[in-house]
T-cell receptor
Framework: DADVTQTPRNRITKTGKRIMLECSQT?????MYWYRQDPGLGLRLIYY???????NKGEISDGYSVSRQAQAKFSLSLESAIPNQTALYFC????????????????FGPGTRLTVL | RKEVEQDPGPFNVPEGATVAFNCTYS??????FFWYRQDCRKEPKLLMS???SGNEDGRFTAQLNRASQYISLLIRDSKLSDSATYLC?????????FGDGTTLTVKP
């Protein structure tokens, strides 16, 4: 079974709809992240959480919100989706004490392809 | 200026070629450095961590120059399966910043 899972894998929605993307992990990591990726670009950080009580805005948080329901679960919501939020969304986890050469390594879910019409 | 900059390529090379990718970063407080590989629209996966002393994993060699804020990745004896996008990643206090990636296509 995958260590980091995302649901749904694909979603098509309309402008103005509220959308929730979910992420679950079995790695036991405290740190979780949400990124978006647009064609030809790298990943941009939306929100991140270093533990259940910690939520931080990333580079591009406007139009998004998150909820850290448990150590293993981190959800991303688009309150009112707009077409320029069409992108590939990745959830990731990391362990700051991951050992030599592994600290802060990011482990990614398979991604959610979101299209807003 | 972007915090992490990479040559976007694309790099088109024949099998067996040696290819080098470069990356520069602007935050001198950055603490850890990585190269990730991303296949077409799939999740990025760690290729290797990067150390000042340099590190090698088979055909791949990564190097960090903290004074110049420069990271490199060398791929020797390229294989068709090396075709992918390579992402330079810089981490500071648990937050990772990704370059836009360098695309490599290895041709027969």
């Amino acid at each position: 079974d995958a260590d980091v899972t995302q649901t749904p894998r694909n979603r098509i929605t309309k402008t103005g709809k509220r959308i929730m993307l979910e992420c679950s992990q079995t790695k036991g990591h405290d740190r979780m992240y949400w990124y978006r990726q647009d064609p030809g670009l790298g990943l941009r950080l939306i929100y991140y959480s270093f533990d259940v009580k910690d939520i931080n805005k990333g580079e591009i948080s406007d139009g998004y919100s998150v909820s850290r329901q448990a150590q293993a679960k981190f959800s991303l919501s688009l309150e009112s989706a707009i077409p320029n939020q069409t992108a590939l969304y990745f959830c990731a986890t990391s362990d700051p004490g991951g050992g030599a050469g592994r600290a802060d390594t990011q482990y990614f879910g398979p991604g959610t392809r979101l299209t807003v019409l | 200026r972007k915090e992490v900059e990479q040559d976007p390529g694309p790099f088109n090379v024949p099998e067996g070629a040696t290819v080098a990718f470069n990356c520069t970063y602007s935050n001198s407080a950055s603490q850890s450095f990585f190269w990730y590989r991303q296949d077409c629209r799939k999740e990025p996966k760690l290729l290797m961590s990067v150390y000042s002393s340099g590190n090698e994993d088979g055909r791949f060699t990564a190097q960090l120059n903290r004074a110049s804020q420069y990271i490199s990745l060398l791929i020797r004896d390229s294989k068709l399966s090396d075709s992918a996008t390579y992402l330079c990643v810089v981490n500071n206090a648990g937050k990772s910043t990704f370059g836009d990636g360098t695309t490599l296509t290895v041709k027969p």
